[in-house]
């Protein structure tokens, strides 16, 4: 798996979560999907990208998004 879909893959799954556990425990929970939209459209704009971080000093090999 590459960085690129590992980011995608983690953004996805906070995404479910976050609406899990808005609809099951808190409506405060949406806005941890909200951050999540957010930082995925920052992280267009800007290429940075602290998941992407992370994942790399996890070992992760790059892909073409996030070199």
């Given amino acids: ?4 879909r590992a980011v995608m893959m983690f953004a ?24 999540v939209g957010l ?6 704009l800007t290429g940075f990208c602290p998941a992407a971080m992370v994942f790399r000093k996890l070992g992760v090999k790059t892909g073409c998004a996030f070199n």
């Fill in 12 to 35: 996805g799954f906070m995404v479910l979560l976050s609406l899990a556990l808005g609809f099951y425990v808190s409506p405060w929970w949406y806005l941890l999907n909200a951050f």
């Fill in 39 to 44: 930082n995925l459209m920052q992280a267009s």
């Fill in 1 to 4: 798996m590459t960085l690129d």
